[in-house]
């Protein structure tokens, strides 16, 4: 990245930012004798405007080329160095329940650089098993493990009792980021980053809209 | 919901709205013992000012009683009712991999009203395999299914190759809501809603935060 486009970095809307990994991943998806692409066909792709494509990839510099489009391969580097994915990643998992097994096995987190290196479990039964490449640890030996090797994110999958405690112990280790999955808001210091998936809070989102559907009445005024 | 909380709800904005899962789950593991909670508690708890909690809950109604805080089992049914939990949906998942194996096996969403019904795959390696009490069908069967059988959501866990003619299939076949697992935008008429989880959207939102801090010199400019 050059120094003009870091300067410019600052201030990006985080509408913006959080529409990088869209674009990347459309990107990624489109086939290597692709050689460029126009805003009008992303936007066509992605349902937005081509004046919202360009108006976002301005922020960051200007690789569009008028009246040719984007691209593809000089686009999707730049995203994929803005989003840090020009490194590789170290992770460490908790709880190797039904969705921690899932995302052990998701293929796409380590081709994107994303790598499992060590998953933890208390439970004596699954403690010693494989799973991924990857042996499961007792959550005892956490802080051994982190005092001896690289974690840049930690991925909490346990049961929403004991997230709070597994993070505060990650935190002390000197974790600095967090994929929370267990149901609760984690509290951590402010030089802590954590990014949540709440899946029922999806399905909320969902449950919402559709009731908006099924009450459309509720819009009109009673009297 | 009486007719003027009704009427209230209109205009909502987007970010109230996703908040009130947030204030749903966070009240559903109180104890069932404690009978009131105040704005400070509530905002302290989920890292909010006291003012954002009232100025987000007054959208819905005044439940808040001065000086006392909320009733929270009044607060609770009210965010339940105005998220649409006080019914039950009917699921069908399609993509019996790891992930959709997980979600499959996740009790929350069934105690929250959520009901997986039925789950579809293409490999004959796994239909038929019981999975969390539900046989896994044929994707042949979709339409035949669908047609005899009420589908409120459809959760898609397919390959990303696979996703928009399943989704496809699934419209339709009359579904209007789809939770989307797989990593592409889904393409549908504008009366189908559809919430995505992108689990590597997630992830790089993390990578690009971790980007940003150990990268500090790019707020300041060069010369």
Sequence with gaps: MTVRNRRKMVGIPRGVISRLPVYYRYLSGLSQAQEKIS???????????????????????????????????????????????????????????????????????RLRGFIINAIFDSDPQVIGEELAGVQIQAIDNLEDYLQENACDIAVICTPREASQAVCDRLVSAGVKAIWNFSPIHLHVPDDVIVEHIHLTDSL????????????????????
């Excluded at 081509?50 to 990839?57: V, Y």
């Excluded at 580097?77 to 096995?105: F, P």
């Excluded at 099924?214 to 819009?219: D, H, L």
């Design 39 to 109: 805003s009008a066909e992303l936007g066509k792709a992605l349902n937005m405007t081509a004046a919202q494509i360009r108006s976002d990839l301005s922020y960051f510099g200007s690789f569009g080329l008028h009246g040719y489009g984007y691209r593809v391969n000089e686009l999707k580097q730049h995203i994929a160095e803005i989003l840090g994915l020009d490194r590789a990643y170290q992770l460490v998992l908790i709880g190797a329940g039904n969705l921690g097994r899932a995302l052990a096995s998701y293929k796409n987190f």
């Design 204 to 223: 909320l989102q969902l449950s919402f809209q559709l009731r908006q559907r099924t009450a459309p009445n509720q819009s009109e005024p009673s009297n």
